[in-house]
Structure formats: structure tokens, C-alpha cells
């Protein structure tokens, strides 16, 4: 899911984002809720109508956001009181209030309110805040089955595993969740700074735990082979940053390792960024051009690395499934993951 | 003529270019010779080439955005030395290097060198400088006629009227320029700080002295009234930043008069900026969406008002095409202006 954060996915048409195969983008609750707020959205018919985006749209609680204000927010029982990094006006985000912005935004996937339990955390600490992100799931849950959709079009529900990297507490967050019963259930937690191999065995342990029928959403991840790694362990969604904004910072994804169009090496390189792609930007333009565009901090290179990025990621995507599909996926990504080994290595989240 | 100065028109796609009609667009010579340089646009075979842009490109000498320098250059007969304004490295500009330059880069229509006179000046300086510009324009049909074309298609010299605001300077410009005799003829050092009426003056002075089955071109200008005023005492062509760089600053052209997309008013309106337009823009987004990506700094608003103000801009040119075609020009200039006219009030360039 490419990253709608504040009603745009940043530097990309919303008929781009259909161009490059985007079937779902992400929206921040956190974001919209300031600005442009709640009301003026829901005045819009929704978020859809308010953005021009026909289809489907999965919203974030505003949770991660909120923790991640640190000094600004301070956490209970009953939810968490923040201050806007804006203008420093008090809010408080409840479970029951979040579903109901995300009702008033009209989101697709609605997303329940957690802690995102930082890493690295005590246990003790971790299995505290996971217990009260279960008790707030069960509330979301229960605020989800006693409103309803204001668009004339039914939303979903996802819940959230925690319980950082300890595999007990992240069986127990999987179990109470599924005992609640959600539409999906999305893994979160990960990818906030440990290693990429405790990442993927807290996919392994969380994912027997999940319903086979209903998808697994990895927040927040990833590199192209954090992806494919993850797709080996049962994961279905994913949104992240990582091509819209590592395209606006001169990296392309390419299917042999990423690069950096601002090396000098791309002065008179007039192949195309991925001389294998399909998008817009590798169909018409060169390395050297669009070396040139980034040099001279023209907003058309902005705009041609999100493309790019957005389509390389959505075609591997999109690849992987036709590989699951013929049940040749192994050996497909095996192959993949050499191929793009490079590429991670100078990625940064 | 959208403005494309760095080779790119700025937060437009070259697509979105063909899109909303433009024929041609400008390039400016001093730019594109310090970045990429002149060299690697060779390699690529001409500008047209590396920029990915098939339709004509006009590239101006050069000569206006080296005076502009002010501290940073010397002008004396045989040419300008300057200073480049990113590392003060030293270069000279002659009218045979500008011709040259613009050789390689390709461009269909190139522009003589010449001295875009300071407003005001005194009339003793202006006749003076346009002796040497009419000097300079010599040099430079000389060197074009000496020379020859490196991509296998025919370019074009326009020469250029100066004369500041002194009835007689232009004449003796615009005679002297056509007996040298150029493809083309620009009407340049206007639209730079004097009343509109002088401006209309000027062309005044100068039109009867053009030959009519050849294009004028006003430089640098201007609003859409400019535009309309300048069309009605036979301009042709123009090339101006004001739809894009207005664009970028939230302002948006319409039909009855210009609006700052930021402004409150617009948080509920969920109309498209100009309900008769046909562009991308104005068929998929409301004036509440697009205030809002302004507010949070989306890159979006900048792509969106861009593809707008170009649309709205050359929609207007087509319109006035039509109307002299159709022998209506003078009554649907009338209704026009008195439509734009709250328009350009609250526009600067």
C-alpha cells in the first residue's frame, strides 16, 4: 500500500497511483484528524470523495503517530491524551474515538488502536501494554459492531499484535485477538529498529496463530527483501514509506539493485533507470536526465522517482502472486532476493 | 510557451505538457550551459532528446538571465563575461557562443544575443545599448548562416527589439532587425517594471515596423489581459513563468478571475477551481482538496495547480486563435478582459 499520509501520496497523481497498479493506499488517522480534521472530510462524502480515490483505502488508528510524540502525549487506560505537534492543542484518542473518525473518514480497513510497544522494551513492560492494547482491541471491536458505516458501504476491522520481541507475549496478543474476531489481523511493533532476523521470527511465531483465510498485514515494512522474506512467512499487506521516500531522495529501486541517480557515473547515462521497467519514467527517460533533474532540485525528479519506486514495488508484488499462484514462489524469490541483495545493502529506512 | 528553464517545466510531466496543449516550450541557454552543460546535452543527441520532449523548443540567448547578474558581469563589445551564480566560475557569452550553444542544444527557434535594457534608463544609454544589440544581432545571423544544424532538422533565429520605452529606439531596432532579416522577431526589455499601457505602446511602435507573415514574439509576459492586449496589436507568441510559478504559490487562473486556493473560503467548497475547464485538474479535485494540500505542503498541490494555470493559459490562446480565425476577436476580447479583470489585480509577476 503506498503512503497516503496526510490525503496525498506524496509527488504521485491519484490517476499515477491506478497508472502504476496501486489497488490500496494508506491514509493517517493522526494526520487527517488535524488537518484538514474530521469534519471537513466527512463533509466530503468521506475520504475518498474528499481525495478523488475510487478505491479501497486502509486507515491507521493514529496510534503510532500519538506514541511517537513521546513528550507531547501520556497514556491510561481509557486511551491516550496527546498534543498536537502543530500547535500544541490537547486531544485525546480513545478506542472508541478512533474507530469513530475512521468511521467518518469512511476507510476501507480500519485499523484498532494500539501501543506500539518501543523497541528495545522490558517484557514486563511489553506484556503490560500488550494486555492493554487487547483490552482496547476488544473495546475498538465492540464500538465497530454497535456504530455503523455512513457511506452506504460496509468498512472492516483489523486488529493489532504486539508484544515486541518476546514470542509468548506476541502468542498470547495473536490468540486474545483472534478469540475477539477481526476481518484481518495486522502484525505490528516490527521494523522500529530490530534486527531483520528477529523481525522474521516474530513473523514465524505470530503466524500459525492467524487465520489462513483472513489476510496478515505487516505494518510499516519494507525493503524489497524485507517484503519478499515476510510473503515467505504468510504475509499478505504490507504499506510503507520506503519507495515514495527514498525516490525523493535520488534512490531508485531497480530489479538489480538500487541506485543512486545523483552518482556522477549517470552524467552521460542515457539508458533508463530499470532498463526492464514498464512505468512512465523508465519508458521515456534517462539516468542522465534524470541525474540532472536532482542536481538541479526540479520537482519532476520527485515526481519520476515515485513513479518508478511505486511501480517497481507494486510489479513485485504483483509478481510474487503470480509465483504463489503457479507454486514456483521458493524458487522465485530465492532468485529475487540474489538479485536485489544489493539494493538493500545501501537502503535505509 | 511554458517555461522550462532547467529543462524541465516545473512540477509538470512532459506528457501532461502534450495534455493540456502546449506546442512548444522555452529553454533557457544560460541554465542548461552551467547545468547539465552544453556537452552532455550534445551527447544525447539536442535538448529535445534529453529532455524527452518531441514538439518545438525555443531557447532564449542567454543573455537576459547573465545581465540580470548585475555584480557578476562586464559587457563590452566583443561579448559578456560573467560569473556563474551557483561557483562563481568565469565565462563569456559572444553572439557567436550563443549561437553555438544553441546549435547543440537543438533548439528549433534560437535567440540572438542581446542586451535586455534596464528599466528605466535614460535614452542615451538606450540608444547606445540597442547599437550594440543591433550590432550583436548582426553577429549572430552571421554565425548562423556560417554555421549548420547537428541533428538533421532546420533551426531558426529570431532577432530582438530593444529600445526601452523610446518610441524611436524601437523603430530604428525593429527596421535595422529587419533588414538584417531574421526568421522571426522578438519584442524584448518589456514587462520589466513599466505601466502596462507603456508596454502596449511600445508594441505599438513596433508592430507596423514587423513583417506580418512573420511570428512576434513578446517576452516575458505576461497576465492573461497582457496576453489578450498584446494578442490584439498582433503578438504571436509569449512565453511567461506567471502560470506556473503563480501555480506553485496556490494561485489559480479562472475564467472569472484568479484565486488564492488558501484562503478559508475554500475549506468547504468542494467545486473544482474553474467548473468550466476541462483539465485533470478541475475534472477530478475540489477547491476544499486542493486548500488543503497547500496547507500541509503536498507536493500534489504544486503538480495540480501546475497542470490547471498551464491548461487555463493555453486554453485562452486557443480561444483567442479561434475568435481572429473567426473574425470575433475584438468583441471576445471585450468580454474576456472585463471577466479576468478582478483576475489581474491581485496578480504580480
Chains 1, 2 share one sequence.
Not at 90 to 113: A, K, Y
Not at 256 to 273: C, E, H, L, M, V
Not at 283 to 307: D, M, N, P
Request: proline fraction near 5%.
Amino acid at each position: 500500500m503506498p503512503v497516503g499520509t496526510q490525503g496525498s501520496v506524496k509527488a504521485i497523481e491519484q490517476r499515477e497511483l491506478n497508472e502504476v497498479g496501486a489497488q490500496i493506499i494508506l491514509g493517517n488517522t493522526y494526520h487527517l484528524y488535524l488537518r484538514p480534521g474530521t469534519e471537513i472530510i466527512q463533509t466530503a462524502g468521506g475520504l475518498h470523495r474528499f481525495i478523488g480515490w475510487n478505491k479501497p483505502i486502509l486507515t491507521d488508528s493514529g496510534g503510532y503517530q500519538v506514541f511517537s510524540l513521546n513528550e507531547l502525549r501520556e497514556i491510561e487506560e481509557e486511551g491516550v491524551t496527546f498534543k498536537s505537534h502543530l500547535d500544541g492543542s490537547s486531544h485525546v484518542f480513545t478506542p472508541e474515538s478512533v474507530v469513530q473518525i475512521q468511521r467518518q473518514l469512511g476507510s476501507d480497513i480500519m485499523m484498532v488502536l494500539d501501543e506500539c510497544t518501543p523497541y528495545p522494551s522490558e517484557p514486563e513492560y511489553a506484556k503490560l501494554s500488550n494486555a492493554m492494547t487487547v483490552r482496547w482491541a476488544e473495546r475498538c471491536k465492540n464500538a465497530f459492531e454497535s456504530g455503523a458505516e455512513l457511506y452506504g458501504y460496509s468498512q472492516s476491522l483489523f486488529g493489532i499484535v504486539q508484544g515486541s520481541i518476546f514470542p509468548e507475549i506476541r502468542r498470547q496478543s495473536a490468540q486474545a485477538l483472534v478469540k475477539i474476531g477481526f476481518d484481518g489481523y495486522a502484525i505490528g511493533g516490527l521494523a522500529v529498529g530490530e534486527p531483520a532476523d528477529v523481525m522474521y521470527s516474530m513473523i514465524e511465531v505470530c503466524e500459525p496463530l492467524l487465520p489462513a483465510d483472513q489476510p496478515r498485514y505487516l505494518m510499516g515494512v519494507g525493503t524489497p527483501v524485507n517484503l519478499l522474506e515476510a510473503v515467505a512467512r504468510g504475509v499478505d499487506m504490507f504499506d510503507c514509506v520506503l519507495p515514495t521516500r527514498n525516490g525523493r531522495n535520488a534512490n531508485f529501486f531497480t530489479r538489480s539493485g538500487s541506485i543512486n541517480i545523483r552518482n556522477a557515473k549517470y552524467k552521460t547515462d542515457f539508458t533508463p533507470p530499470d532498463p526492464e521497467c514498464s512505468c512512465y519514467t523508465c519508458g521515456s527517460f534517462s539516468r542522465a536526465y534524470l541525474r540532472h533533474l536532482f542536481q538541479v532540485k526540479e520537482i519532476l525528479g520527485l515526481q519520476l522517482a515515485t513513479i518508478h519506486n511505486l511501480s517497481f514495488y507494486l510489479w513485485l508484488m504483483r509478481e510474487a502472486r503470480a509465483a504463489i499462484k503457479e507454486r514456483r514462489f521458493g524458487e522465485w524469490k530465492m532468485k529475487m532476493v540474489s538479485q536485489l541483495c544489493a539494493e538493500d545493502k545501501v537502503v535505509e529506512i
